[in-house]
T-cell receptor, first 114, second 117 residues
């Protein structure tokens, strides 16, 4: 089975622009979660989607949004980019069936905001 | 809110030695999941081992094992016969069970482990 894939892998943007990141989960996985990783704040939960519905959202401003499609693929969008949005954005998928709670991560998208 | 603490920012051992990484957590939940993830320089987050809180038996995966002390809220990772490929950042993480809400991992700050030849 193919793992979680994320595109693009690297991205450079300037302040004020917007960006869209994509995540394709492991086949059959219905839950997709997004995390932001920075040296200062560590790994922080952004949001989680299941069956096209956002079930939980972390403590991030409204500039961060996401969505999930019927094939479970997910996108996250950051509008009006700030320098502090520079980070590694990780996507994780999980089966969500019975006790299968484990999240499997993609390789991440590294975003640099100039 | 749950918190996860890893008190060792960095550790370094010789190849073939055994090393233990510490993790403590704070929660009022009685049932939950605990994980250790490894993040090598490639930045890919890889699952190392998982423990369900209602299971008394400590989880093991080949050279990796945990010491789960529920009353003490402690979840340490032991790596036996360490190898150069074990060099990575190790994260301890907590998750409430699905029935209590959406899936969300709470991570510790990480321990940077270096295996020296």
């Amino acid at each position: 089975k193919a793992g979680v894939t994320q595109t693009p892998r690297y991205l450079i943007k300037t302040r004020g622009q917007q960006v869209t990141l994509s995540c394709s989960p492991i086949s059959g996985h219905r839950s997709v979660s997004w995390y932001q990783q920075t040296p200062g704040q560590g790994l922080q939960f952004l949001f989680e989607y299941f069956s096209e519905t956002q079930r939980n959202k972390g403590n991030f401003p409204g500039r961060f949004s996401g969505r999930q499609f019927s094939n479970s693929r997910s996108e996250m969008n950051v509008s009006t980019l700030e320098l502090g949005d520079s980070a590694l954005y990780l996507c994780a998928s999980s089966l969500v069936a019975g006790s299968q709670e484990t999240q499997y991560f993609g390789p991440g998208t590294r975003l640099l905001v100039l | 809110a749950q918190t996860v603490t890893q008190s060792q920012p960095e550790m370094s051992v010789q190849e073939a030695e055994t090393v233990t990484l510490s993790c403590t957590y704070d929660t009022s939940e009685s049932n939950y999941y605990l994980f250790w993830y490894k993040q090598p320089p490639s930045r890919q987050m890889i699952l190392v081992i998982r423990q369900e809180a209602y299971k008394q038996q400590n989880a093991t995966e080949n050279r990796f094992s945990v010491n789960f002390q529920k009353a003490a809220k402690s979840f340490s990772l032991k790596i036996s016969d360490s190898q150069l490929g074990d060099t990575a950042m190790y994260f301890c993480a907590f998750m409430k069970p699905l029935i209590q809400g959406a899936q969300k991992l709470v991570f510790g700050q990480g321990t940077r482990l270096t295996i020296n030849p």
